[in-house]
């Protein structure tokens, strides 16, 4: 992958005073930057036109978060926790982030890291029951480690106390430095999945399916414990034959150790008016993610697949992972 290079600097004048701070504004000396108030309530950029967000996308927002609350979750962990980074430098054209036009679209990054390490470690320690925090809710952690440093950091400290477990997903594969960390096997790394197909056409930005599966097989060579998303799953025309094609895939280039105890996780695509208004003015030539005739309204101004589609999508899906991955666990379907 590119390194990322931001265009531009916004930050709020308080990150000076954390270590972190300090160290990315040095980073970037050479970079244009700007104070800002606050880093959810960027003025210049909210005003920007649709036709701008990709553009806004090569910004860098540094700032304090504020909030904290752990949000109970009872998927694939305990608790949704607000980490490091909100966002993201890809622009996958279905992203749920980018969830007020031109509010969420850049990557934020929160310097008071050690302010939620701390709160997630105390919460592990007092739990009578090993705990499992989703700290990647927000942001791809693994993009956003080659720009911070924070998941190196945070692998090595959390894995250290010794109890609890801490979890992300991601798309990309800049693993390396992840390799040789003393992770203890206290943290579950999920890969997304797409066919190539649906990575090159509508997942902008991020590794590509091959590279995701030999990061796959690095991680669980190097003792992660490793599960894999089919998400989102996306049901173009020819989506039957997109995803078998993928399974197949993945049952010919998995390694042995990850097939033996890989987990899964299905998440169908959902939409909204947001997606089709920046979408059509951002990326004109892209493909059209919504399809009126297998899609619904859901909430204010959300789509997702009509129930009787949803049920196809997912007995197929289902059929699949019996018959390439008889053995293997299915966390949830969404």
Known sequence: MKKFIPKAIYYEEKIKE???????????????????????????????????FPNMKQNLIIGIRKTHKFVPNHKISNYLVPYTSSGCTAMCMYCYLVCNYNKCAYLRLFVNREEMLDKMIKEANKSEEELVFEIGSNSDLVLENTITGNLVWTIENFAKNNKGYITFPTKFNMI??????????????????????IITKVEFGTSHLKERIEAVNQLKKAGYPVGILIAPVVLTENWKTLYEELFITLKNELSPEVQKDIFFEVILMTYSYIHRKINEEAFPNAVDLYNQEIMTGRGKGKYTYKPEVRQEAEAFLQELLKQYFPNNKIIYFS
């Open 18 to 52: 954390y270590e972190l701070g300090k160290k990315l504004l040095e980073k970037y000396k050479n970079i244009p930057s700007y104070v800002i108030e606050n880093h959810n309530n960027i003025e210049e950029m909210r005003t920007k036109q649709n036709k701008e």
């Open 176 to 197: 390396d430095e992840l390799i040789n960390l003393q992770h203890n096997g206290r943290v579950i790394i999920r890969m997304s999945m797409n066919p190539e197909e």
